[in-house]
C-alpha cells in the first residue's frame, strides 16, 4: 500500500466517523424524552438499559428506534431525531402505562407484550396517528378498549392474553380502515360482537377466541372479504350460521368451536374454496353433513366432534384429496363405520368415538395404509378378533383407541398378530375375558398401554420390561394374579428415557379417562400423560421391589387394592419425581420407612389398611396428608392416631395403640430385625436411617 492511499483510507475513515459524530449530536426531541420519561416512571421495575445515568439521547435506549424529522418528511428549523419505535417484549415490566405515550406521536410500532403492566390502557394509544403496530399481549390489562378509537394507520392490533373486559367497542374500524390483524383473545370482553367489525374492510386475521362474546355473528363480519383466519371459538355466540358465510371465499381457517351454535350446518363450502381448517366441535349442530363438506377438496382438518350430528357418514373421498384429519366423536351418527374412509388418500388422523354405530370393523381398513390415529372408543363394535386382524394389516398406525366396545368378548391369544409400530394401545373398560396375549410382546415400541376396567386373568408378562419407551401402563381393575415383575424396574423410560411423542394432530381426543373417579376426563395430548404404572384393584402378591427406587422418572405408582406383602423399601425414596404413592389395602408389614419424607412431590400418598406399625414419619409432604392415608394399621403419630405421650418403651410405641394383630405384629418387628438392629438404634436416637 502506497502513502498516497494510506492517506484516502484516514480521510474516509475520518468522514464516515465525522458523520455518526454529527448524527450522535441529534438528540431525541424533548416531548418524545418527557413522554418516556413518564412512561419510565409509570413502570416500578427498572427498564434495563434506561438505567439511572442514561443519557438524554432517548434513541439510545434500549428497544427506541429513532428516525430523523426530515426522513419522516417532518419540517423543523433543527432536526431532530424522533421515537418511531418502541419495543420492550419480555422485560418483566411491572406496572402502569403512562398515558403520555400519546404523545409520541411519530410512533409506528409499539410492542410491549410478554410483561406485567396493569390497570387500564390508556386512551391515548388510541389516538396515536402514525401508529402501524400495536402489541400488548401477554400483560396484565383490565378493563375495557376506549370506545373512542382513532388509529387511522394501524395494520397490526394483538392485545391477547389480558383481563380486558367489558364489550368491544363498535367504533373499533370507523378509522382503521387499514388494519390487517385483530387479536383480542384470552380475555373477558363480553357483549355481542359489534357489527362494525364488517367496517375493517382489509382485516385478514380476527381473533376473539376465549372470551365471552354473545349474540349471533353479526352480518358485518360476512363483508369482510379479505378474511383468511377467523377464530372466534370459545364463547358463548349462538344462533344458526347464516349462509352468508359463503361470502367469505378467502378463509383458510375457521374456528368456531365451543359455542352454543345450533341448527344444520351451512351448504356453503363450495364457496369456501381456500379452507383449510374447519373447528366446530363442542357447539350444538344438528342434522347431517351438508355434501358441500363431505366433498371439499380444500379441508385438511374437519373437526365437528360432540354435537348433534346424525344420520350415516358419507365423505366423497374421491373428492376429499386434502383431508388428513377427521373429528366427528360424539354425535348421533349411526350406520356402519364409513367403509369407504381408506380412500381418503391422505387420511391419517380419525376420531369416529362416542357415536352409534353398528357392527364391525369394515374390512377395507385393512388398506388404510395413510392412518395413523384411530379412536373408536364407545362405537358399539363388536369382534375384537376380526378388529385386530383387519388394524393390524394398517402399516402406518401408531395410535389405536377401542375403549368400551366388545363387551365382555375375549382378548384375542392369536399368535400371528402384529402390531410391531404401535405406540399407544388403549383398549379399557371393554370386560374383555383371557389373559394379556402373548402377540403383544410384539408391540415393543409402546409408550402408553391402558387395558385397565377389563377382566383379565393370569400375570403380568415378564417382557414388558424390555419394552424401552413404555412410560404409561394402566392395567388396574382386572384379575391379574401373581407378582409384579420384577422386570418392570428397568424399563428404560421411566429410569433415565427421553420419551419422544409424536403428537397426533392438532385436538385428537385420544383418550376418555373411563374410571369412576376420574369419570369424563379427557387426555387430548400425549404429553399430559404422567409417567405411571396403576397396577391397582388386581390380585397380585409378592413383593414391592426395592429396585423400583430405580424408576426416577415415574410419577405415579398405584399398587392399591392388591395382595402384596412384605415391607414397604425404604429405597423407594430414591423414586424423586413420585406424586402419587398408593399402596392403601394390601397386607404390607414394618414400618413407614422415614425416607419417604424426602419425596418432595409426593402429593397423594396412602398406606390405609395394611399391616403396618409404628410411628408415621413427619415433616416434608407427610405433614399434608389426612389420617386416612394411614389409617388401618397399627400406626401412631398422625391426627386421628397421636403417640402415646411420655417417655415410652420404642417397642410400645412400635406397637401403637391398637393391638389389631398382635401375633401379626411380633413377626413384624422379627421381620424388622432382618433388616439390622440399625432400626432400633436409630429410634432411640430419633433418626430414623432405615
Ligand atoms: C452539536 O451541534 C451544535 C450545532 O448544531 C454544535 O454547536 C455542537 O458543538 C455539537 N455538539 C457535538 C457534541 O458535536
Ligand atoms: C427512516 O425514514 C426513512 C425515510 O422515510 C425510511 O426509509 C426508514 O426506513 C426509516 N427508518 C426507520 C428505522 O424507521
Ligand atoms: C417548511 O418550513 C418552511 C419555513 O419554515 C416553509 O417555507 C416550507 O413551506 C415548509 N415545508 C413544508 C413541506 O411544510
Ligand atoms: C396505576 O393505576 C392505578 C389505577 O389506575 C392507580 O390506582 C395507581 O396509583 C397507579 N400506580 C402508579 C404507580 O401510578
Ligand atoms: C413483539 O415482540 C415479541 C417478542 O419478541 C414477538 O414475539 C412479537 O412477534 C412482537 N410483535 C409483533 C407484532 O411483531
Ligand atoms: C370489568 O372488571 C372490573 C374489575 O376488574 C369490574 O369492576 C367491572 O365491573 C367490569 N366491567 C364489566 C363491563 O364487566
Ligand atoms: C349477552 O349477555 C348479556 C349479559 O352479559 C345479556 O344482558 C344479554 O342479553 C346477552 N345477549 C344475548 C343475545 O344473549
Ligand atoms: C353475500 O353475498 C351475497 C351474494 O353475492 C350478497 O347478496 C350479500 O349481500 C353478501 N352479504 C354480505 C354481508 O356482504
Ligand atoms: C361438549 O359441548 C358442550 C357445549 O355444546 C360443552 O359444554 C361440553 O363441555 C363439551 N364436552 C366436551 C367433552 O368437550
Ligand atoms: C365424489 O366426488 C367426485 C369428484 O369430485 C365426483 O366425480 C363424484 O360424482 C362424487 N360422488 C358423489 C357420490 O357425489
Ligand atoms: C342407537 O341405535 C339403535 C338402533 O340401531 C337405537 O335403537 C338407539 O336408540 C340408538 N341410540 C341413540 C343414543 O341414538
Ligand atoms: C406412512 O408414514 C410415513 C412416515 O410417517 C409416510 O411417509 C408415508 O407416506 C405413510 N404411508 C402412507 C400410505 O400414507
Known sequence: ????????????????????????????????????????????????????????????????????????????????????????????????????????????????????????????????????????????????????????????????????????????????????????????????????????????????????????????????????????????????????????????????????????????????????????????????????????????????????????????????????????????????????????????????????????????????????????????????????????????LTTLVLTLNFRGEQFPADPTLQFEKLKILIIANCRLTGVIPQWLSTSSRLQLLDISWNHLEGTIPVWFGNFSSLFYMDMSNNSLTGEIPRSLTGLPSLINGRISIEEPSYDFPLFMKSNVSARGLQYNQVWSFRPTLDFSNNNLNGPIWPDFRKLRLLHVLDLKNNRLSGPIPSSLSEMVSLETLDLSHNVLSGIIPPSLVKLSFLSKFSVADNELYGVTPTGGQFSTFSSSSFEGNNLCGYDAAPCPSGRVDPLGTWFGKSSKDYTGVIAGVCVGFVFGIACFIGIDRHVWTF
Open 1 to 396: 500500500m502506497g502513502a498516497q492511499d494510506f492517506w484516502v483510507v484516514i480521510v474516509i475513515g475520518f468522514c464516515f466517523h465525522a458523520q455518526i459524530l454529527s448524527s450522535q449530536n441529534l438528540t431525541c426531541n424533548p416531548n418524545d424524552l418527557k413522554a418516556l420519561e413518564d412512561f419510565m416512571n409509570g413502570i416500578d421495575s427498572v427498564i434495563e438499559g434506561w438505567g439511572s445515568d442514561f443519557s438524554p439521547n432517548c434513541c439510545k435506549w434500549a428497544g427506541i428506534t429513532c428516525n430523523s424529522s426530515s426522513s419522516l418528511g417532518l419540517n423543523y428549523s433543527i432536526d431532530t431525531y424522533r421515537v418511531v419505535k418502541l419495543e420492550l417484549p419480555k422485560r418483566r415490566l411491572l406496572g402502569n402505562l403512562s398515558a403520555s405515550l400519546g404523545t409520541l406521536d411519530q410512533l409506528r410500532t409499539l410492542n410491549l407484550s410478554h410483561n406485567f403492566l396493569k390497570h387500564l390502557l390508556p386512551v391515548s394509544l388510541f389516538h396515536l396517528p402514525n401508529l402501524k403496530l400495536l402489541d400488548l399481549s401477554s400483560n396484565d390489562f383490565s378493563g375495557p378498549i376506549p370506545v373512542d378509537i382513532d388509529l387511522p394507520s394501524v395494520q397490526f392490533i394483538e392485545i391477547s392474553y389480558n383481563f380486558l373486559n367489558g364489550s368491544l367497542p363498535a367504533s373499533i374500524c370507523d378509522s382503521s380502515t387499514q388494519l390487517r390483524t385483530l387479536k383480542l383473545a384470552v380475555n373477558y370482553f363480553s357483549g355481542s360482537l359489534p357489527p362494525g367489525l364488517g367496517n375493517c374492510i382489509s382485516l385478514e386475521h380476527l381473533c376473539l377466541a376465549m372470551n365471552n362474546f354473545n349474540g349471533s355473528v353479526p352480518e358485518g363480519i360476512f363483508r369482510l372479504r379479505k378474511l383468511t383466519q377467523l377464530n372466534i371459538q370459545d364463547n358463548k355466540l349462538s344462533g344458526a350460521l347464516s349462509e352468508e358465510f359463503g361470502n367469505l371465499s378467502n378463509l383458510v381457517r375457521l374456528d368456531i368451536s365451543t359455542n352454543g351454535f345450533s341448527g344444520t350446518i351451512p351448504g356453503v363450502f363450495y364457496s369456501l374454496g381456500r379452507l383449510h381448517i374447519f373447528v366446530a366441535h363442542s357447539n350444538r349442530f344438528g342434522g347431517q353433513i351438508p355434501p358441500s363438506l363431505s366433498s371439499s377438496s380444500t379441508i385438511a382438518l374437519l373437526n365437528l366432534r360432540n354435537n348433534s350430528l346424525q344420520g350415516s357418514i358419507d365423505l366423497n373421498c374421491s373428492a376429499m384429496t386434502s383431508l388428513t384429519s377427521l373429528d366427528l366423536g360424539s354425535n348421533r351418527f349411526d350406520g356402519p363405520i364409513p367403509s369407504n374412509l381408506p380412500s381418503c388418500q391422505h387420511l391419517n388422523t380419525v376420531n369416529l368415538a362416542r357415536n352409534n354405530f353398528t357392527g364391525q370393523i369394515p374390512e377395507s381398513f385393512k388398506s388404510f395404509h395413510s392412518l395413523s390415529y384411530i379412536s373408536l372408543s364407545n362405537c358399539s363394535l363388536s369382534n375384537i378378533s376380526s378388529a385386530l386382524q383387519i388394524l393390524q394389516q394398517c402399516q402406518n
